[in-house]
T-cell receptor, first 111, second 112 residues
Framework: NAGVTQTPKFQVLKTGQSMTLQCAQD?????MYWYRQDPGMGLRLIYY???????DKGEVPNGYNVSRLNKREFSLRLESAAPSQTSVYFC??????????FGPGTRLTVT | EDQVTQSPEALRLQEGESSSLNCSYT??????LFWYRQDPGKGPEFLFT???AGEEKEKERLKATLTKKESFLHITAPKPEDSATYLC?????????????FGTGTRLKVLA
């Protein structure tokens, strides 16, 4: 089992460019999450999907969109990247009330 | 407002010097409290889940405990390989039960 996989691992964008971060899990979890992690701020929830076919905003959703493509896949899209979106992005999956499993992260720099 | 606070922010220990990390929480009904370990450049790795006050879990040199207001991660006779950032998270009952609230972590450095 691969667990949670994310692509790409690294990305550099120019302000205004768009990109999609991909996430997939093979643990048959119902819920999936996107977080960003910044120094001193901890993990902040961007969007989550409680189950296939549903998505909801988290703490910091502005500037992002998500798609729950199927039970395995949950993508995060930056439509017009800004320097404030420079961060490390983590995808996670879980079942309700249970621990989350995280991917290896995507390190994004916006210049 | 649901909140998680971890202390200390950073901790340096000599190898073999036992200590504890604290996670204080304020939630409107606790569904679960979770401890993770995060190594530099990697995603958080699950350690323990605690569901009710009085519960304890152990794994090698780590022991997690839970009260109604806080959790402790006790590290007994740590080794340099225990150096990492330790994260605490809670999941609350009620609306938004799918959300996990994270603390900012404790950076642990164990010196040989």
């Amino acid at each position: 089992n691969a667990g949670v996989t994310q692509t790409p691992k690294f990305q550099v964008l120019k302000t205004g460019q768009s990109m999609t971060l991909q996430c997939a899990q093979d643990m048959n979890h119902n819920s999936m999450y996107w977080y960003r992690q910044d120094p001193g701020m901890g993990l902040r929830l961007i969007y989550y999907s409680a189950s296939e076919g549903t998505t909801d905003k988290g703490e910091v959703p502005n500037g992002y969109n998500v798609s729950r493509l199927n039970k395995r896949e949950f993508s995060l899209r930056l439509e017009s990247a800004a320097p404030s979106q420079t961060s490390v992005y983590f995808c996670a999956s879980s079942d309700l009330g249970h621990e989350q499993y995280f991917g290896p992260g995507t390190r994004l720099t916006v210049t | 407002e649901d909140q998680v606070t971890q202390s200390p922010e950073a901790l340096r220990l000599q190898e073999g010097e036992s200590s504890s990390l604290n996670c204080s929480y304020t939630v409107s009904g606790l569904r679960g409290l979770f401890w993770y370990r995060q190594d530099p450049g990697k995603g958080p790795e699950f350690l323990f889940t605690l569901y009710s006050a009085g519960e304890e879990k152990e794994k090698e040199r780590l022991k997690a405990t839970l009260t109604k207001k806080e959790s402790f991660l006790h590290i007994t006779a740590p080794k340099p390989e225990d150096s990492a950032t330790y994260l605490c998270a809670v999941q609350a009952r009620g609306s938004g039960t799918y959300k996990y609230i994270f603390g900012t972590g404790t950076r642990l450095k164990v010196l040989a």
